[in-house]
């Protein structure tokens, strides 16, 4: 193989790489294709309870569509900046809890996959799926209703 094969290899593949270069960095992705997020409502009170009543609407609007009642809420500095609620039923997906999408919702909207600086909230006690998320996700503390008064760590393991 002559140096001139070896050139145009790599430009070919290189080509037909290009229209996935974008899935490289979700949040250049999205602001390329001109997609907003839509905002979050925030509390008026920046307080725990007030977190977690957020939390319980977005469970309350799971049940209400016919889901599984779970929801969470991320906040970084008294602000939510990514929130979910479960979508097992309706997306016929068993991995999208209420946690795992929040994270995911505050990770494209922070752009990082950092969010060390912030917490959760959430109405159960996040199963072994979530808690990996969780930890990767460098989450600070997880409150959970009726959990311990300081939160806790996530951590991998059951």
């Known amino acids: 193989m002559g140096l001139c ?12 790489l290009v229209p996935f270069a974008s899935l490289l960095n979700p949040a250049t992705a999205a602001a390329q294709s001109g997609l907003q997020l839509p905002a979050i ?3 008026r009170e920046r307080t ?4 977690f009543a957020r939390a319980r609407a977005l ?15 991320i906040v970084r500095d008294g602000t ?14 068993p ?17 990082t996959r950092d969010l060390s600086d912030c917490d959760v909230y959430s109405t159960a006690t996040p199963c072994p799926m979530c808690q990996g998320a969780l930890y990767w996700g460098r989450i600070r503390r997880v409150f ?11 951590r991998l393991g059951c």
């Open 5 to 16: 094969d070896y050139d145009r290899r790599v430009l070919l593949s290189a080509v037909s």
């Open 144 to 154: 959970t209703e009726g959990g311990p008064e300081n939160g806790s760590v996530p």
């Open 41 to 43: 409502s925030q509390p």
């Open 80 to 93: 939510i900046v990514g929130e979910g609620r479960n979508y097992v039923v309706l997306q016929s997906d």
């Open 48 to 51: 725990r309870a007030a977190f």
């Open 95 to 111: 991995t999208a809890h209420s946690e795992l999408l929040a994270v995911r919702d505050a990770a494209r909207r922070l752009g």
């Open 59 to 73: 469970r309350d609007q799971a049940v209400r569509e016919g889901d599984q009642g779970y929801g969470a809420v």
